[in-house]
Structure formats: C-alpha cells, structure tokens
C-alpha cells in the first residue's frame, strides 16, 4: 500500500511568533524537535521516501533533515500550496502514486492515523483526503462544512468563516492525502491574486468545487490535529504529550507518585516496580532497569541504568550504570563512564570517562577522571586524579582492592598495583606496586616557640 507513497513535510516559517531565532517547527516538544516527531510518524506509518520543505538551504530545519529526507527550499513565504510547489520535481517522481502532506508543527500526529487515512483514501476513491478531529477549542483551525447528509463541502479558514460556521468544532489538521496527479492538477490551477498566497486549502476546494472526489478520515484522538503558534500552545502540547508518556509508563508497572516536575522524553524505557519521583529528567534514549529508584532531582541523558539502582540528585550522560549501585546525592557521572555493580558513590563525586568495577567506594569530595578502577577499591575523601597536564591527558590505573588515602592526588599517568594503599596527603607520581605503601609527601616539622617570636617582631 505505501510503495507508490511519498510525503512533504512543510516546514519553512520562522520562529517569530514563537519569538525565537530558531525555526518554528524546530521548537523543541519534551526536548525533541517538533519536526522530529512529524518524521518519524512518517516513517512509523510505512512512508519511506520524504520531502522537507525549509525557508533556507542551510538552515536548522536543513540540517535536521539532511540524512533523512530531500531539502527543498521555499524562498519566500506565499503560502503552504507555494510550499508544496518547491518539491513539484519530487512529487512527480510517484505517478498514479499517493502524496502526504503534514504540518511540521504538528508533533501529535501519528502512524496508525496516517495509515488509516491512507485506508479511507482509498478505499473510497478520493483524489484527496483530509484528516479532521473534533476539538474543544477549534479557534484558529479551518472547519470541515459538511451539506445535510454529512458529506465534505469544504474547509473555511478562521479569517473567511461567518458566525456560524465558526461554531463548527470538526477541524483540518493540516494533513492530506492526494492523489499524485489531482495534487499537481490542482496546483497549476490556484491562482493567488485574490488573497496573494497559494494555499492548500484553496486547491483542496477547487478540487471539491470541480467535479473531484474529496473526503475525510475522522481521526478520533484529535491532539493530532493541535500545532504550536506561539509558546503557550508549545506549552499545552508538552503537558499533553508528557502525561501520555507518563501514564504508558504507570500502566507498565512504574511507580511515578507525582507528575507535575517530571520530564520522561519519548525514547526511555523503564522496568516495572521502578520508581521515578520528582524532579527526575529523561532525555534522549534512556534505559532504566527494574526495581530502581530514581530520583529525586535527577537527570539521565542517553544511558543504561541496571536493575536495583539508586540515583539521588545525580546527573548522568551518556554512560552505563549497572545493577546495584547507590549513586548520590550530588554527584556528576560525565560521558563515556561505567559504574560497575554494587559501586557507591557519594557526596560530591565527578566521574569523567571512567570505569569504576564492582563494590568499589568513591564515598565523598572525589574527582575521578581518565581512570580504570578495580573492584572493592576504596577512595578516601578529596581524591583527585590529576589527569590533565594542561597539553594532554592521561589514564590513572588502580587495581583490585587497593586502598586510596584521604587528599590523595594521582598524577596520571600514575598505576596503584592490586592492595597498595596510598599515604593520606600524599601526591602520586610514580607507580605504587602491589601491596605497597605509596607516600608522597613532606616530613612535618615542628618549630617550637614560632608563634611567640612572630608576636614579638609585630
């Protein structure tokens, strides 16, 4: 069914109503671009081949879309149909084929809506379709007119529809499915200077008007329908997708006790009898283990999280946590580390591009970065590994079951050897050998009386 499909995602106005220097539709709905979500609708539904149309060749739209759709720039804004226009070379390419159009600000749309719409286009013969839903506040959304026996007349814009057609509650959601050779057709047709646009809508009515098969496909959860104009619809659209996502986690088993101050983005995955409490951020493609607790005041990005976790006040990117580590409060896991099983770490704690092994101790006031640690290590409070020379840096290595003292300052590239301990104080700048005792550091000198001469030459 999708093989001759194609679609064009219009994405070429501004970020002025949102009173952003950024493109509108790249406005960012739970911390993914709002285009982000249109795309991979798109793709979910079976759509493979996809057009993007953008104000600028090298613009964030442009950028966003290069590896995954054809760029076609609009350079100038006169209208959604003179959109469309820019990708006429594309949409001939999918003779007695069957063309998409989606809005990109319209990030709740989705594949089963897509592909049900396709359905009813077809099977009903239609040379184009109109997904439409039923909302509460239709202001601002052309309405679907219908005559007495229900059928499609034609789709009135807010700024054309009298009193009583503004009463209408069915609404255009801004997608269509046509028929490749009635969307081209209808194209060459608009003529725009009673309004000084090319609009979809109007070539949608010329069709209606000229003898063509046009219809509907009623999508009955109508958030598809709902773009973001200015920042006050971005932010009911994120209440609305934020809960959803909340509640297909709560019904996977998930313990979320409050929602209001949690953030769980689109690609997390969380095992049953987890417990997420406020303050908690999801970003990017997380996954969380069974039995966890996370939170509160956490953020995760990018990450795997093990069963039998705990993070308290922790920010963690791009690294793996595995099962059983109590992590927190205050601590700061940077990229590319691995926190082994049953690791604790404490108060205070950065971890940089590391690997700390099982029931290791890194309690308090720690800096561990460019290491790989050993199991049941134990980190004394103030350790630092210094592994930056101010030109280039080095790895720190310490072995199973070694003991690093309090104020302990590791000079990469520097190895503590299995069971070695290092003096509280001391600055490691050689290796310290297995079961060795490293110290490093000045003897203490007692000059009695010193206080009493310095009173005396005041």
């Given amino acids: 069914m999708m093989q001759k499909c194609a679609a064009i995602i219009l994405g070429a ?14 406005m960012k709905l739970l911390s993914r671009p709002m285009i982000q979500w249109v795309v991979e609708a798109a793709k979910k539904s079976g759509i493979h081949d996809l057009a993007v149309i953008s104000s600028k060749a090298d613009n964030m739209v442009s950028e966003f ?19 469309v226009m820019q990708a006429t070379d594309f949409i001939k390419r999918y003779d007695r084929g069957n063309i998409l159009i989606l809005n990109g600000d319209t990030p709740l749309m989705d594949a089963e809506t897509i592909r049900n719409a396709l359905i009813s286009h077809i099977n009903d013969g239609n040379e184009v379709t109109i997904i439409s839903a039923q909302v509460e506040k239709p ?5 679907i007119v219908r005559d007495d026996d229900g059928n499609f007349v034609r789709i009135v814009e807010e700024r054309d529809a009298a009193s009583d057609v503004k009463k209408i509650d069915e609404i255009s959601s801004g997608a269509f499915w046509f028929k490749t050779e009635a969307l081209l057709l209808a194209l060459d047709e608009l003529d725009p200077r009673k309004t000084g646009e090319y609009n979809l809508v109007d070539a949608i009515n010329w069709l209606r008007e000229n003898g063509h098969r046009a219809g509907t496909s009623f999508a009955p959860h109508p958030d598809v329908a709902l773009g973001a104009n200015d920042r006050n619809q971005l932010h009911e659209l994120n209440h609305i997708a934020r809960r959803k996502l909340i509640e297909k986690h709560l019904a996977a088993g998930v313990d979320i006790p409050s929602f209001e101050s ?9 095992g049953m009898d987890t417990t997420i409490l406020p303050g908690t951020i999801l970003r990017g493609k997380v996954k969380i283990g069974r039995n966890c607790q ?3 005041n956490t953020m995760i990005v990018d990450s795997i999280i093990g069963d039998d976790v705990e993070l308290n006040t922790v920010q963690c990117y791009n690294s793996t946590v595995k099962r059983g580590a109590n992590i927190g409060p ?10 082994g099983e049953n690791v604790h770490l404490g108060n205070f704690v950065e971890v940089k591009n590391s690997n700390i092994d099982m029931n290791t101790k890194v309690s308090h006031l720690t800096y561990v970065g460019d290491s790989d640690v050993g199991k049941r290590v134990n980190f004394g409070c103030g350790t630092v590994t210094v592994n930056y020379t101010g030109k280039a840096k080095f790895r720190t290595v310490i072995e199973d079951d070694a003991f690093i003292g309090c104020n302990t300052n590791l000079v990469a590239p520097v190895k503590v050897g299995a069971g070695a301990y290092t003096a509280a104080g001391s600055t490691i700048t050689e290796d310290v050998p297995a079961d060795s005792l490293g110290i490093a550091r000045a003897r203490q000198v007692n000059k009695l009386g010193w206080r009493k001469k310095r009173d005396a030459e005041e």
């Fill in 13 to 26: 106005g501004d970020g002025f109503r949102m009173k952003s220097a950024q493109p509108y539709v790249m």
């Fill in 262 to 270: 949690i953030l769980i983005g689109p690609d997390v995955e969380i």
């Fill in 294 to 296: 996370i939170g509160p």
């Fill in 330 to 339: 205050f601590v700061h896991i940077r990229p590319n580390s691995v926190i």
């Fill in 139 to 143: 202001f601002g959304y052309g309405r």
């Fill in 65 to 83: 879309a290069s590896g995954s759709a054809e760029i076609y720039v609009q350079p100038e804004p006169m209208g959604t149909a003179h959109a």
